[in-house]
């Protein structure tokens, strides 16, 4: 839930001297389509002569409504804050990148320069990251110092794409939150690499994010090299021995860090002995520290609390110390921490409770740490692959069609969907629309149907340049499909990704399609039927927006623009 943060824009503001105005829609639960829909945002921000700050979170906005506030924002050069968190809720997900897109060229065209950036719990993927590259590139973000993009569902290829943009040119960022976006290890090393180019981070994000030991060593070196670094939370991921030990080697140029949060991390005892003997070899001045959730036995416990209550202010300066889900040992070891932390101990997970997790084995030796490194090496082995594979190139010479969910029979319609030539189609007849549409229609489940229609769609439009016949055909296919979507419980999306890889517009998140059609008789076809009233809006904004971005790279889809 959104929590406006009054202090945020103070520190964002604080060097102007100038008193703060901006517009705040924030909450108001309202849901922007069209230009007309948005018209009170416009006003308000046509009605704020210094603009620093624009807040929109809690509401929905489509691509027109967005670009109608774009075009509000090209006239005001002094945004310096922009909180657009939560801001697509039932949207398409590819909705979202044009949207962005749109009020990042307002900003771009006012010559704005932005403090802060909020996009958090907009799950826009990888896809809405093209969307936003453009924006994070120019010199709009030139000097951003808070980046918040948690819960945007990035994944592996998103965290790349990410990283891409913000190397394009130095940072000082001193806020990153990352968390809940899947960026696994390769997502972590890519935004290392940017990391390590900065000198300015003060508080870095980036929980549950399927990171192991090697994303969290690649951070770690990057962290290093920002001593300013106060605030650090990595909770939920697979830290582990190793990527403790890693941490616990950068910690020598993190003096200025206050705040840990491990919480969940698999640091078991050998991890929680190395951060306690870097935290008391550096003098770390912590006021904050995580570490539930660790199966961390009683003697490595008890050397955290040893390491962080050495030095004689720490009574005055800890806040808040969690080591509850740990086995602590008896109520003498408790009563020890308890007399070490004082009121920042937090031991136990429920109120007045003396129970603690116990590990299998509270032996402190390495053997009980090595399986747990074990299970960390294998996973390690996997966690990147499946994404990795998804995203190998594509550009395939020799690939047959992907029908799954389709019954393959031996019929005129299943050789044709097999071998999409012209004379498996004509065997079809003059009704093949009708003919292929009876053969699909014994699919049930929402995305394989979509599917299946759209590889057929296609499969037709791709002979579409061989026969007026085909072509006519190819136009009643697209009918059919926006029909057949139409009629499947929230198609939209499903539609509209769908339709975007298999013209190869965007890579598959999830299962790379397989093609057997060419692809510019299909962009002709397509062109003929994209500004017909029964293709939807939505749909026909989305595949201009990507098609435009591949002018350079697919000449074939230039036929849409003419």
């Not at 009605?47 to 809690?58: E, I, S, V």
């Not at 826009?124 to 000097?143: M, N, T």
């Not at 550096?282 to 050495?310: F, K, P, Q």
Request: with cysteine; proline share 3%; hydrophobic share 40%.
């Amino acid at each position: 839930m959104f929590s406006f943060d009054l202090n945020s824009i103070n520190s964002a503001l604080a060097d102007s001297g100038r008193p703060i105005s901006g517009v705040d829609f924030s909450g108001k639960s309202l849901k922007l389509d069209s230009a007309q829909d948005a018209q009170p945002i416009v006003d308000a921000i046509n009605a704020c002569p210094d603009l620093q700050y624009l807040t929109l979170t809690g509401n929905t906005l489509g691509v027109s409504a967005a670009q109608a506030i774009a075009k509000a924002l090209e006239h005001h050069p002094e945004l310096k804050i922009a909180r657009f968190s939560d801001m697509f809720t039932g949207r398409m997900k590819t909705e979202i990148p044009p949207a962005l897109a749109a009020l990042g060229d307002g900003m771009i065209t006012a010559g704005a320069r932005l403090s802060v950036l909020d996009l958090s719990d907009n799950a826009f993927g990888p896809i809405g990251v093209e969307g936003l590259a453009k924006l994070l590139q120019s010199d709009v973000c030139s000097e951003l110092e808070e980046l918040r993009l948690n819960n945007n569902g990035l994944g592996i290829t998103g965290g790349r794409l990410l990283a891409n943009a913000l190397a394009a040119r130095p940072r000082k960022l001193k806020i990153f939150i990352a968390g809940r976006n899947r960026l696994e290890n390769d997502g972590a090393k890519a935004l290392a690499n940017v990391f390590q180019n900065m000198d300015t981070l003060e508080e870095v994000a980036m929980p549950q994010n399927g990171i192991y030991h090697v994303g969290v060593t690649a951070l770690s070196r990057a962290f290093s090299h920002n001593s300013r670094l106060a605030a650090l939370n990595l909770n939920d991921n697979t830290v582990g021995a190793k990527g403790a030990e890693a941490i616990a080697a950068a910690l020598v140029n993190l003096k200025n860090l206050k705040s840990i949060n491990f919480g969940d991390c698999l640091l078991k005892s050998k991890g929680a002995k190395a951060l306690a003997k870097a935290f008391k070899d550096n003098s770390l001045l912590l006021e904050s520290l995580d570490l539930s959730h660790n199966e961390i036995g009683r003697e490595a416990c008890m050397d955290v609390v040893d390491a962080i209550t050495a030095l004689p202010d720490s009574a005055d300066r800890l806040s808040r110390v969690v080591l509850a889900g740990n086995s602590l040992g008896g109520a003498s070891n408790k009563k020890i921490m308890r007399d070490k932390l004082g009121a920042s101990a937090e031991l136990s997970d429920g109120e007045g409770s003396e129970d603690e997790y116990v590990t299998d084995s509270e032996s402190e030796h390495s053997g009980s740490e090595g399986e747990g490194e074990e299970g960390e090496g294998s996973q390690n082995s996997e966690d990147s692959a499946t994404e990795d594979a998804q995203h190998l190139d594509d550009s395939h010479s020799n690939i047959t069609l992907d029908t799954s969910g389709v019954e393959e029979v031996e019929t005129d319609v299943g050789r044709f969907l097999q071998q999409p030539s012209l004379d498996n189609l004509m065997k079809l007849g003059a009704n093949a629309t009708d003919v292929i549409d009876a053969h699909l229609q014994s699919i049930k489940d929402p995305s394989d149907s979509i599917r299946a229609y759209v590889e057929a769609t296609l499969c037709v439009s791709g002979l579409s340049d061989q026969s007026a016949k085909a072509m006519d055909l190819s136009q009643q296919m697209y009918q059919l499909l926006i029909k057949r979507a139409g009629e499947t419980h929230a198609a939209s999306w499903l539609l509209a990704n769908t339709v975007l890889t298999h013209l190869k517009l965007i890579k598959s998140e999830d299962k790379s399609p397989t093609i057997r059609w060419s692809l510019p008789p299909c962009y002709v076809s397509l062109a003929r039927c994209i500004g017909a009233p029964y293709f939807p809006a939505a749909l026909r904004d989305t595949l201009l927006f990507f098609a435009a971005a591949k002018k350079t790279t697919m000449p074939c889809v230039e036929v849409l623009f003419r």
